[in-house]
C-alpha cells in the first residue's frame, strides 16, 4: 500500500513540477533579462524549495525503494520514473541551483555575462523539462499498471 501512496504522491508532484517549470521558463524568466539581477523575485525560496527541491527529490529516493520492491508490471516503469528524476534531480543540484544563485547574487544592471548565462540556463532547462514530463509519463504509466501489480 504505501508504495502505491508514493507513487500517487510522485505523480502529483511531478506534474506540479512540469507544469510550473513551463510557465516560469516562458513567462518569468524571460521577463528576468531586461532586469537587474538584484530585483528579481526569488521563486526559489519563495516556491520551489516547498514543490520540488525538497519533496520531489524525497519523493523520487522513496520512489526509488518502493520501485525497487514493488512486482509485477509496475516495476520497470516504477524504476524508470525514479531513475530519469534522479538524474533530473542530480542535473537540479549540481548546475540550475548554483547557477541561478550565483546569477541571482549579481549587483547592479545585468550585462552581457549574466544574460549569456540566463540564456544558457533557459536552454538546458529545456532538457529538465523533458526528464521531468518523462519520468512523470513514466510513474503515470506504472500507476496505470499498479492494480494489475496487486
Not at 506540479?16 to 533579462?33: L, S, T
Not at 532586469?35 to 519563495?46: D, R
Not at 519520468?135 to 504509466?141: F, N, Q, V, Y
Given at each position: ?10 505523480v ?63 516495476r520497470?516503469?516504477y ?8 538524474v ?18 549579481v ?16 536552454l ?14 513514466a ?12
Amino acid at each position: 500500500m504505501w508504495k502505491e501512496i508514493v507513487l500517487w504522491l510522485l505523480v502529483i508532484n511531478l506534474g506540479i513540477a512540469f507544469g510550473a517549470g513551463i510557465y516560469e521558463g516562458r513567462v518569468v524568466i524571460p521577463q528576468w533579462a531586461s532586469i537587474p539581477p538584484s530585483e528579481w523575485p526569488n521563486t526559489g525560496l519563495l516556491f520551489w524549495v516547498y514543490v520540488t527541491t525538497v519533496p520531489l527529490t524525497l519523493l523520487t529516493l522513496a520512489g526509488l525503494v518502493a520501485g525497487w520492491l514493488s512486482q509485477g508490471p509496475m516495476r520497470p516503469w516504477y524504476l524508470t520514473a525514479a531513475c530519469i528524476v534522479i538524474v533530473e534531480r542530480i542535473a537540479t543540484f549540481s548546475y540550475f541551483i548554483p547557477t541561478m544563485i550565483s546569477l541571482m547574487d549579481v549587483e547592479g544592471p545585468a550585462d552581457a555575462e549574466v544574460k549569456a548565462t540566463l540564456s544558457q540556463w533557459l536552454l538546458m532547462n529545456h532538457g529538465r523539462h523533458a526528464l521531468t514530463l518523462a519520468g512523470w509519463l513514466a510513474a503515470l504509466k506504472a500507476l496505470s499498471l499498479s492494480k494489475a501489480s496487486g
